[in-house]
């Protein structure tokens, strides 16, 4: 189960398809799941909080946020979301391909405005507060889609296009701003192959070598570039993406909690008890029973 399949599991009511790529759910930390992991894909994310407070980095820079913040992820940028000490967060995920947006044939609208924003040369801000200038026209507009995806009413492709290409326009005519090429391009690229990487093969064996060889480095080098650029050990991130995975699975599986741990990476039992309980605060049995039970 990759980090898509890990969020898309737990969607309560999803709508859309290949035809439409707009998709829109609720969640809530810790109640639906403890954090998301650092990830990346290929879609435009908006991030809208509803109640309470919560801890989202986007490309490795962290945002405080709270009731009112509205979060644009650009396709491609690393991003996650955690408690914030023990406050709870309800938030609302949006996830759509801007290719809804973009005319098969290049025109103006794609070279002046999103072209530049997918290549890095402009950018929106990251992050909306209640207090900016320009928050309550682009709320309005996320906030008319919901209503919209409330009854999905004939031709209400063309009224979500519409509140997007809306919303697109306020942020550009208002907020956007050249953006010089950004010196961390590379390790941003470095850390987008290694989460991937993990995504992909948490469930076997990964050593300090495979990474340390799949970058071409130094066992040494890397470790040190992981540390210094995500403030934890490899090994630490590692153990704490499987046991996100264990976690949610607990909730979501009928498996044994045995099945579970050894489908997640971990061979040994009484060390995936320890590092569970020493994550959570209780055992796995415990944590099952708890959060089965809110479903």
């Not at 189960?1 to 898309?8: A, D, G, R, S, V």
């Not at 491609?76 to 979301?81: A, D, E, F, K, V």
């Not at 045995?258 to 590092?275: H, P, T, V």
Request: with cysteine; net charge negative.
């Amino acid at each position: 189960m990759n980090i898509l399949e890990y969020e898309n599991y737990q969607e309560k009511k999803a709508h859309g398809d290949l035809s439409f790529p707009y998709i829109t759910y609720l969640c809530s930390i810790p109640l639906d799941f403890s954090s998301v992991p650092v990830h990346w894909h290929d879609d435009m994310e908006i991030i809208y909080i509803k109640k309470g407070q919560g801890l989202i980095t986007v490309d490795l820079k962290p945002y405080p946020v709270s009731a009112g913040s509205i979060l644009f992820i650009l396709p491609g940028q690393l991003h996650s979301i955690e408690q914030y000490e023990d406050q709870s967060m309800e938030y609302e995920n949006i996830l759509f391909k801007l290719d809804l947006l973009i005319s098969k044939q290049a025109d103006s609208c794609y070279r002046q405005y999103f072209q530049p924003l997918l290549n890095g040369k402009s950018s929106i801000p990251t992050l909306l507060e209640p207090s900016h200038p320009y928050y309550a026209p682009v709320a309005a507009c996320i906030d008319g889609a919901d209503e919209i995806c409330k009854t999905y009413p004939t031709a209400y492709e063309l009224a979500i296009k519409a509140q997007l290409f809306y919303m697109f326009h306020i942020l550009y005519s208002r907020c956007c701003v050249t953006k010089p090429q950004q010196t961390s391009t590379k390790t941003l690229d470095k850390m987008k192959f290694i989460i991937k990487y993990v995504e992909n093969n948490y469930m076997e064996k990964i050593s300090i070598a495979d990474m340390a060889k799949e970058l071409n480095l130094s066992e040494s080098h890397f470790m040190k570039f992981f540390k210094n650029t995500m403030g934890t050990s490899f090994t630490s991130y590692l153990n704490e993406y499987r046991l996100t995975m264990v976690s949610r699975l607990l909730v979501s599986s009928e498996s044994s909690i045995l099945d579970i741990a050894a489908e997640s990476g971990f061979d040994n039992l009484s060390y995936f008890n320890r590092m569970f309980k020493k994550q959570f605060g209780m055992t796995p049995r415990e944590y099952r029973k708890k959060f089965s039970e809110n479903e």
